[in-house]
């Protein structure tokens, strides 16, 4: 579905990813780990095209979109969801849910909000609070449910878990897997939470530096008896 | 009684400038020094109307609203967005702006000129007040300015909360990239605030004639209340510059009359020394301005509710 072509990238003239080769596949959960610093969150903001692209190629559904503006990638069905700032905090929960379907007609808007309340029906009862007085994992709830009324097929998440109780990351964890099995969406993963992410994922990929260490099933990540000195890039 | 109703149409009237200020400001990131010139293009159209067609002022409204409207877009899109664009500093917009004030400025002269030769009557200063009358009791000014306020206050809730656009808007001001990743076209909502702002400014204009006496530079003099009401209100809430417009306003108003009675009519001329005297022990007590205690309070809120 998403292909990484010798994927160079960073921000302005600092280099970050160096020559990155990466196969995202339709209906999968792929998880990116890697060790503070290694380009895990600059490799999902390259895919939607927040950073510098110094060379190689992005291509989504046989396309390429290296060159897309961003607010263009969202309309083709990718979803980027940045750790913080990820929903309006001053305006209320159902507003959000209002502005993710802002170029949808009012019957598309609420088929697509039906579907997002019955995977986080946890928001149907916040629907007039303001989204800043959310929890965190209600934020992460809210912030995917914006996803999925804007018909994403790739959900791209930067760390989701990051800050929440370990109670709500294994929620968080669960509807991850929901929204791929129930929905068969694509999941594109970068978690600070590592065993947990892999257990949950198909593929997976370990930055080390900006390059790719390993590439392969989730579990042979697991398995591998290095995990833990390559998981901190020893 | 009358130096009260005096500072409540002053008020009012900073409010209207102090809140379109902060729109753009919010939206654009531009601190607009070309604000109160912007209302004196307002005070020209009602006066063009007035002496060309008989108009009166209160009458002109409207045409003052969309033109006002016009010039606001017209300086968004011709001078500062293409900055924007290319990613010019605060700092140089800041600059632009006042040199869009200063070619305003010029164009209001030359045009004073040319309305009095046109209408045969001297432009260069004027004033409305004796086309004033009585609401009730009241200066119809009192009455007008208060109307605007509340029907702005209660058109800006209806737009806000109740629309599409609105909500749009209030993303757009939040967080324009996470807005754009939505799909609205933040650029939409930024034309729009100039607008408003442009109008707010042209009807503050209209009605400020009916207060004081204007010449092409009054501009100049009251950009100082306009940049106070908003710092004090903490530049980013609508709320707060409302509350800052009447902060400055009343202050400066009825702090002004009070010195001049004690010391001497003649400190009357520095009565923008007083918002700026009014702006520096806001800050000292609240250095985000009022929008800052409100998000104190909701910490301090929080503290309290989770202990």
Not at chain 1, 17 to 35: C, D, Q, S, W, Y
């Amino acid at each position: 579905m998403l292909r990484a072509e010798k994927l160079s990238a960073g921000y302005k003239e600092l280099h970050i990813l160096f020559e990155i080769n990466a196969n995202v596949e339709r209906k999968k959960i792929t998880t990116v780990v890697g060790p503070n610093g290694s380009g895990k969150s600059t490799f999902l903001k390259s895919i939607f095209g927040l950073t510098t692209i110094h060379s190689g190629r992005v291509i989504y559904n046989d396309k390429d979109v290296t060159l897309t503006p961003p607010h263009e990638r969202t309309k083709m069905g990718i979803a980027y969801l940045p750790q913080v700032d990820n929903v309006f905090t001053n305006l209320t929960v159902e507003e959000n849910l209002k502005i993710a379907g802002y170029t949808l007609d009012n019957g598309e808007y609420k088929d697509r909000k039906d579907l997002a309340l019955d995977v986080f029906p946890e928001l149907e009862y916040r629907m007039n609070q303001k989204a800043g007085t959310l929890s965190g994992g209600e934020r992460q709830f809210l912030a995917i449910a914006t996803a999925l009324i804007r018909r994403a097929e790739l959900l791209m998440l930067d760390e989701p878990t990051a800050m929440l109780s370990p109670k709500f990351a294994n929620t968080i964890f669960d509807k991850i897997l929901e929204l791929k099995d129930r929905l068969g969406l694509t999941i594109l993963l970068v978690e600070q939470n590592v065993k947990k992410a892999l257990e949950i994922s198909d593929n997976a990929y370990l930055l080390i530096s900006g390059r790719v260490a390993f590439e392969g099933k989730a579990e042979e990540l697991l398995d591998h008896e290095k995990f833990e000195q390559l998981c901190i890039g020893i | 009684m009358a130096v009260i109703e005096g500072a409540l149409v002053y008020s009012n009237l900073l409010a209207l400038l102090s809140i379109g200020l902060t729109i753009t400001y919010i939206t654009t990131g531009v601190p607009n020094f070309a604000q109160g010139t912007m209302a004196v293009f307002g005070s020209y159209v009602s006066l063009t109307l007035w002496l060309l067609f008989g108009v009166h002022p209160y009458h002109t409204i409207p045409v003052s609203f969309i033109l006002g409207g016009i010039l606001g877009i017209a300086i968004y899109t011709v001078v500062l967005r293409p900055m924007i664009q290319k990613e010019a500093m605060i700092v140089i917009l800041m600059i632009a702006t006042l040199a869009v004030d200063l070619i305003l400025l010029g164009a209001l002269g030359a045009y004073s000129e040319t309305l009095g030769v046109i209408s045969g009557k001297g432009t260069r200063k004027f004033i409305f007040t004796p086309m004033d009358f009585k609401i009730l009791g009241a200066d119809a000014i009192l009455v007008i300015s208060s109307l605007a306020i509340l029907m702005l206050l209660f058109t800006l809730f209806l737009l806000l909360y109740k629309t599409k656009f609105g909500i749009a808007l209030r993303a757009s001001m939040e967080n324009p990239a996470l807005a754009e990743i939505m799909g609205v076209n933040v650029e939409y909502t930024r034309i729009f605030s100039w607008f408003l702002s442009g109008s707010l400014a042209a009807v503050a204009g209209t009605l400020l004639p009916f207060r004081q006496e204007i010449v092409p530079a009054t501009g100049a003099i009251i950009i100082v209340s306009i940049f106070a009401a908003s710092i004090v209100g903490g530049l980013s809430s609508i709320y707060g510059a409302l509350a800052g417009g009447y902060i400055i306003g009343m202050s400066e108003s009825m702090v002004t009359f009070y010195l001049s009675k004690v010391i001497g009519p003649y400190i009357l001329v520095y009565s923008k020394v007083i918002s700026l005297i009014v702006l520096i022990i806001a800050l000292i007590v609240a250095p985000s301005g009022i929008a800052g205690l409100e998000i104190w309070r909701k910490r301090v809120w929080r503290k309290s509710s989770s202990s």
